[in-house]
């Protein structure tokens, strides 16, 4: 953002998402101040040198005088108010210690999730209300997926799923008592036909994803890179839930149909391979 003339200052807000009996904490801001009577999730402003987590620790100690241990971040935007930009990111907490009290003078409540739309919150909040509106999901889903790419070609599989066909990077769940590289080698082996080495991780999903067919999942996903050591890819498949195998240009990848989680990937994968 330009620091020029009329410029709006940039502030990097934290939030926690803390729930207990069903219910959610929210407080309202005190009249008077910026969106003075607007509701709003606990936190506030990060420091300078703090990371999220840090930051939201602190924000509740102060704020509510509890101690809280950061979980997941649920949600991230950016919001331009008349007088400030702000990044918002919202994090699901636990309540550790203590009891939350309103210690600057904000006005707390428990409320359940499906009536957090009724109240009048923050604008750069309401997204996340719908979010919460459709139910937040309780597993997290832990995914390795291979990159393999040979004479300028990516291997892509097209996954029967419920909703229909999914193409994607090879790969799948990391499953009970296994460790990712191991799952990678696995599903690799099971999908395509291939054994291969792992030659490190490329990427980790930043962002929030949520599955298509299990509404109750958020997938985090690992990329890695592999090379080939043997076998030949089953162009038809394991004859499972893998159609097909497809050797795809790299320059045609963004037109390739990929879902939410693997399109995140691809600004980073075209720079590496081309240099």
């Known amino acids: 953002m330009s620091e020029g003339a009329g410029a709006r200052p940039q502030a990097f807000v934290v939030a926690a998402y803390l729930e207990q009996a069903g219910r959610c904490l929210i407080q309202q801001r005190p009249k008077g101040m910026a969106r003075g009577e607007l509701w709003e999730f606990p ?3 990060r420091e300078t040198g703090e ?3 840090e930051a939201l ?3 509740c100690r102060e704020e509510l005088g509890v101690t809280v241990q950061v979980g997941a971040r649920l949600w991230e935007t950016e919001h331009e108010y008349p007088d400030l930009r702000v990044h918002l990111a919202i994090y699901s907490c636990r309540l550790v210690l203590g009891t939350p009290k309103a210690n600057d003078g904000q006005r707390l409540d428990w409320v359940e999730p499906a009536r957090l739309t009724e109240l009048p919150f923050c604008e750069a ?5 719908e979010r919460i509106r459709h139910g937040l999901p309780s597993v997290f889903r832990v995914g390795a997926y291979g990159v393999l790419v040979e004479d300028g070609q990516v291997l892509l599989t097209r996954t029967r ?3 229909g066909i999914l193409v994607n990077f090879p790969g799948g769940a990391v499953e009970p008592g296994e460790g990712p590289v191991d799952a990678l080698r696995r599903e690799l082996r099971e999908e395509t ?3 291969v080495t792992v030659e490190g991780l490329f990427h980790a ?4 994803h949520r599955s298509r067919d299990y509404p109750d999942n958020q997938l985090v996903k690992l990329y890695w890179r592999v090379r080939r050591v043997s076998g030949a890819v089953r162009l038809g498949g394991n004859g499972d ?3 097909s195998c497809v050797w795809l240009p790299l320059e045609r990848l963004a037109e390739a149909g990929l879902g939410d989680s693997d399109a995140e990937l691809l600004p980073k994968l075209l720079p590496a391979v081309a240099g």
């Open 241 to 243: 839930d893998v159609e």
């Open 43 to 45: 936190g506030g402003k």
């Open 57 to 59: 620790v602190r924000e």
């Open 193 to 195: 036909g291939l054994e």
């Open 51 to 53: 990371t999220d987590e």
């Open 125 to 129: 909040d309401r997204p996340f209300l």
């Open 205 to 208: 999903t930043e962002g929030y």
């Open 161 to 163: 799923v419920r909703s």
